[in-house]
């Protein structure tokens, strides 16, 4: 993963060293002054030309300081500030190569070949697009007859117009660079749980005293942080330390929408680990379905954790992988044999930073196939009702750069979003980068001067977060949490509340009628009901539970029973639910139970009563036709003498309306 910062856009085969073979001339004569300054500029020039040969990151890194050192020491030897600019663009600042570039044109244009390539990059860095035109054109010239280099420079010049037009008409967006997160080394990879609560990263920054570092790039080993979000600001990252970090490579790819699982990338495989309280266990790699010989490198759970997405295929430092977007389904408690998504999104270059909304149907992934600035750019897509994708739109300017622009992760409200991206403002190498899309009023982007004005993100989605207690003793409960789909009975989501606080988070998509059914050994069952229609926007309920536990004289509101207007008959969406009832009479053979009605005070008092006592009669019938003993099972009108809320307003009458079940023996 970490190879996706060592930004190598080169040409051909032919081209694939930067070093090129050039044969410039870096000679120093002895006799600018003294013997003594002689030999060290010598020794360094050494040095520095056998680490600019070896055409890698932490090389070029390492030769950058001796060649500054050296051209401002001999700004004579033109050949100086122009490798000085290629080991800018072969690490980190990119934009710091262009003056320095500049100053080999100025001084001696026909120093090599590739100076107008390099510059044409440079220029393209620092979003000089008409100079970078130029330059790729000059350059073509020198390539001749080389078809396959030839196009691949027509493609860094139809990046550079695209990259133009973007600019010249930015999206709604500010953008700040969060200091508690960032250092001055590479921070990327940002995963935010669904509430925006707390955030998981992988970060360059050295652990160890001395720190191990990768001789491929000359930066420290990957390691996963985290933050917290108090009063709107993050705080201090911490390393997450054991079982998560440990001697390898350890970088964030993916989160559960809940924050309770977190997928790793290590060794080029997927590991997921689950938190335990406040603890997070050991790091279980994913099956060979998913582990493939292939590179696996970002990965993305669905809201309902049932659809897995992730990149295959990147090979590290190779600018010609393809990497592609991948998704396995999980069917009967196992992961499916994945599948490519379509060519609509996969190109024949590389994808990467893949990311499911938790509104179930916006993809959000990185892509150097499909036209965009130049390196990465972010897309979206959207999943249609048929199954299938839209065509993919770039986010756009400023969002997208000429650099690479990856791991995109959009707020659950889709009014801010994290990802990782090269900045001036930032700190230092990649940064995570905070864009915020709800401006109430005309601002200014952070990196230019173009003033805009706000756009309205929409996201049809409800956000369930709460805590679940033992309604006696007020402890924290590990309760099981079940959502079903009230039209077909099918199981949507199944997680567990968190066993040291209690919490938990479900993101629900417009457009279902849910039962959400609580259940721990020994409890008495709670259920909600939220119908959400397609039209339902974005919007958060906090529901704190208190479990019952089993006992005489326990009540319980079945909030997933249905009837027709002054009906009798179940409608099927209540099935679900009573066969929730039907397994907790079933796992506790000695209880029995009252089913009792109730209603609001419209109407007639004893129509009510009446209306009342046939609505339980027929949740009575439905569990003895399905096996209840009958003995078991008593049944009762109640009109409505029992109220548990007042009757002014339609959402108390509502909540009056009910079927409930007492615990009598």
């Known amino acids: 993963m970490k190879q996706v910062f060592v930004i190598l856009v080169l040409i051909s085969t032919a081209l694939l060293s930067n070093a090129q073979n050039e044969k410039l001339k870096l000679d120093i004569k002895q006799g600018i002054g003294s013997r003594v300054a002689y030999e060290d500029a010598k020794s ?5 030309e056998k680490l600019y040969n070896k055409n890698q990151t932490a090389a070029f890194l390492e030769a950058l300081p001796i060649y500054i050192e050296l051209h401002e020491r001999y700004p004579e030897k033109v050949g100086f500030a122009y490798k000085t600019g290629v080991c800018y663009l072969e690490t980190y600042d990119k934009k710091a190569a262009l003056p320095y570039l500049e100053y080999a044109l100025k001084h001696d244009e026909k120093i090599t070949d590739y100076l107008s390539w390099n510059l044409g990059r440079a220029a393209h860095f620092n979003h000089q697009f008409d100079d970078a035109i130029s330059y790729f054109e000059d350059f073509k010239t020198y390539l001749q ?3 396959a280099s030839v196009k691949k420079v027509d493609q860094k010049i139809k990046d550079a117009k695209y990259a133009k037009t973007l600019v010249q008409s930015p999206v709604n967006v500010k953008i700040s660079v969060p200091e508690a997160i960032n250092s001055e080394y590479s921070d990327y990879c940002p995963l935010i749980v669904t509430d925006g609560s707390r955030m998981y990263f992988t970060s360059r920054s050295p652990v160890n005293n001395p720190p191990r570092i990768d001789p491929n790039d000359g930066l420290p080993f990957e390691n996963i942080y985290t933050t917290e ?11 997450l330390g054991a079982p998560i970090n440990n001697e390898f490579h350890n970088a964030t790819v993916g989160l559960s929408p809940d924050g309770q699982s977190m997928i790793v990338y290590s060794q080029k495989d997927l590991f997921i680990a689950t938190k335990e309280g406040d603890k997070w266990d050991l790091p279980k790699p994913f099956p060979p379905q998913i582990n493939s010989a292939d590179n696996e490198s970002s990965a993305s759970l669905s809201f309902n954790q049932k659809e897995l997405f992730f990149i295959r295929g990147k090979e590290p430092g190779n600018p010609d992988s393809n990497a592609d977007i991948l998704v396995s389904e999980f069917e009967n408690g196992q992961w499916s044999e994945p599948k490519k998504i379509p060519s609509t999104i996969n190109t024949d270059k590389d994808e990467d930073g893949v990311f499911i909304h938790p509104d179930g149907k916006t993809l959000y992934f990185s892509s150097k196939g499909h036209q ?15 199954g299938n994708w839209s065509e993919p739109v770039n986010l756009g300017y400023p969002i997208n750069t000429a650099a690479d622009d ?3 992760v959009m707020s659950a409200d889709k009014n801010s979003a994290y990802y990782s991206s090269y900045r001036e403002e930032g700190k230092g190498m990649l940064d995570i980068v905070f864009l915020d899309f709800k401006i109430e009023t005309d601002s200014l982007i952070a990196q230019d001067t173009i003033t805009i004005k706000p756009e309205k993100q929409e996201a049809s989605l409800t956000l369930i977060k709460g805590i679940i207690t033992d309604a006696k003793t007020k402890d924290y409960l590990a309760a099981d949490i079940h959502i079903f789909d009230n039209m077909t009975g099918d199981s949507i989501i199944s997680i567990s509340s968190n066993s040291a606080d209690g919490s938990y988070l479900i993101p629900l998509p417009a457009g279902v009628n849910y039962a959400m059914q609580v259940k721990k050994d020994g409890y008495v069952f709670h259920s909600e009901n939220f119908n959400l229609p397609d039209t339902a926007q974005y919007h958060e309920e906090i529901i704190n539970i208190a479990l019952q536990p089993i006992q005489t004289d326990v009540k319980v509101v079945l909030r997933n029973i249905f009837f027709d207007l002054d009906k009798s008959e179940l409608r099927p969406e209540s099935y679900a639910e009573l066969d929730r009832l039907k397994e907790l009479l079933n796992e506790n053979p000695d209880i029995r ?8 005070t419209q109407g007639k008092y004893e129509y009510n009563k009446s209306l009342s006592l046939r609505r339980a009669s027929a949740v009575r019938n439905y569990l003895i036709e399905n096996g209840i003993a009958k003995t078991r099972i008593e049944s009762r009108g109640a009109s409505w003498d029992e109220p548990i809320a007042d009757n002014e ?13 007492k615990i009598i023996d």
């Open 44 to 48: 360094k020039l050494k040095t520095a």
């Open 145 to 147: 007859s080389e078809k």
């Open 229 to 239: 979000k108090k009063a709107k600001k993050w705080s201090k990252s911490e390393n």
């Open 372 to 386: 965009g600035m130049g390196g990465f750019d972010v897309f979206k897509s959207v999943r249609e009702k048929d």
């Open 406 to 408: 990856l791991y995109f």
């Open 593 to 600: 139970i009252e089913i009792s009605g109730h209603t609001d």
């Open 649 to 661: 307003t339609k959402d108390e009458r509502q909540l009056n309306r009910r079927v409930e079940f």
